[in-house]
Every structure is written in structure tokens, then in C-alpha cells.
């Protein structure tokens, strides 16, 4: 699949992200020239220290925000992979005006860069969220509803934009709505953790998570190597229908939060038998949070070949062997 990129350049921005990291990894793991574009806002180091040495890796420090060093880091790219955002529903309710920022801002400086540079191809995260309060499931690409959060809207926004790019400038984009992600190099820290990884953290250290309500919400959690795989289809695929629209990432099918914490549970008891007894207390439910999330993978299963490998339980597996290691 990746052996069209051979001779060929790979920007991702936010490469020190948690998803960022792994295409990185992904990339140089396939002899791929690969560009990482990072302020270090939420990116770690620690994430791209292996790849430094790599003759294939080029690191620019530098912020979306500023379009300087957009155009610095898209120079001689053939293709970008945009995941530089700042994330969580929660963060942009307390500070919109710095997810925006981010978000919408720096992303028209990447599509302006990414323009100026005549790239190939921009494929860019985007984000389920887009869907709102419209409560049919599964989500189906061409319908949505109200945005629930000021993140949402900015994630909304970036579609808009890169839609106009192409028919404005003839920039080719792929967008990809992730439903939540979850993986190795997901940070379990901070106060905007995603749910699995602070999860994890918390059985470790025989502590009690905090569910969101009663437990009965449910999401289409996604692992890391499903969305390595969408990314690398959307910058390979020679399937011209295939461009310059939106795909769900995920594996389509759907578990609560009182499920999740079962299999954590399940599979930590393989490395801590007394993590089993770890109890778990519940709190009011969050704002703008939607109740049920659930993907409809049938347009890139169509279009881009997409075949998500890893079910709910198998990625846990993985990711948590991953925590063991490294917590």
C-alpha cells in the first residue's frame, strides 16, 4: 500500500501527538521520508525521541498558529497528514477562543501552506463530534446535526474549509471524523485525559474511576492501528471518487462506559489480580457530551478498501499491555 510514497515527502503535524507519533512510527517504519511539525503544546518529546536518529525524519519545531512556519514545514511535501489540534470537548468549553484559535486558525494556515506548496494531497483529523445533537445511529457522512460544544464547531469548520480549498484552488482533501481513539502513546495525564488511558492509569494504582452518569452512555471506541490504517489509505488511494470528502474512522460498533471498564478490568487482572476488585463510582454527566456514538464505516469500507482489524476487546488487549510496560 505505502509503496507509492517511496521517493516521496509525509508532513504530519502534531507528529509528537498521540496519533501523530504512530503514523510518524508507520512512515519511517517504511523507509518514508517523514516531516514532524510540533509546538509541543500536548505532543511529547518522549513520543519521536526513537525516531531523531532516523535519516528519514526531520522534526520542525514550530505552531500551526503562525503561518511562517507552516510554509517552512510543508516545503518539498507531497503530501500532509494534519493532526494538529487542540482536543477535548470539555477544554474548549472553559477556553473556546484558544481551540479556536488552533483549530481554525491553524488550520486555514496549514491549507494556505499546504496550497502555496502545491501538495498532493491533504488529509486532515476531523472528528465525530461534527455530528451534534442529531441522535440517529450509526452516523452516516452526509448527515449531521447542531454542534454540542465550541470544539465541535471548529472540527465542523475545518470540513468547510477544506472543501472550499478544492473547489477554490483544487487542493485534494480527505477528511477523517475519528470516534475514540484509543492506543499506545494516548496520554493518561493532565486534566483533559481521554477516558481509557486515565482508565488504565487508575486500575494501576488501585484507584476508583469516575464514570460520566450512570454508565450506560456508549461510544464507538476506535483503536490506534484502525486509524493508521485509514490515514495511510486516504494518502495512497487512487480512487479519485475517494477524494475530497469525509469518512467516519472507527469500527462500528458501539460499548458503554460500565462495558469499558469490564474489560479493563478483564485484561489488567492478567498483570494485577486484585485490579478486578477496583470499584467504580459515578458523577453528574458532562456538558455537552452526546449519549450514544456509533460509526457507519460502510463509505470507506466502499471507496477506500478500509478493513478495521481491531475490535473493542483486541485493542484493549494491546493498549494495555502497552500501559503495563510504560506507566
Known sequence: MLDKLQNKTVLVTGGAGFIGSNLCETLLSNNIKTICLDNFATGKKENIQPFLKDKNFKLVEGDIRNLEDCHTACNNVDYVLHQAALGSVPRSIKDPITTN????????????????????RFVYAASSSTYGDHEALPKVEDTIGKPLSPYAITKYVNELYADI??????LNTIGLRYFNVFGRRQDP???????????????I???????NGDGSFSRDFTYIDNVVQMNMLAITTTNKKALNTVYNV???DRTTLLELTELLKKHLSDFDDTIKNVSIKHRENRVGDIPHSLASVDKAKKLLNYNPKFNINDGIKEAVVWYWKNL
Not at 480549498?165 to 483544487?170: A, D, E, T, W
Not at 494504582?205 to 464514570?211: G, V, Y
Open 101 to 120: 484559535d488552533v483549530n481554525v486558525s491553524g488550520f486555514l494556515n496549514m491549507l494556505v501552506a499546504a496550497r502555496d506548496a502545491n501538495v498532493e
Open 165 to 170: 480549498f478544492n473547489k477554490s484552488y483544487g
Open 189 to 203: 495525564d493532565g486534566a483533559y485525559a481521554a477516558v481509557i488511558p486515565l482508565f488504565v492509569k487508575q486500575f
Open 205 to 211: 494504582n488501585h484507584e476508583s474511576p469516575m464514570i
Open 250 to 252: 472507527a469500527y462500528g
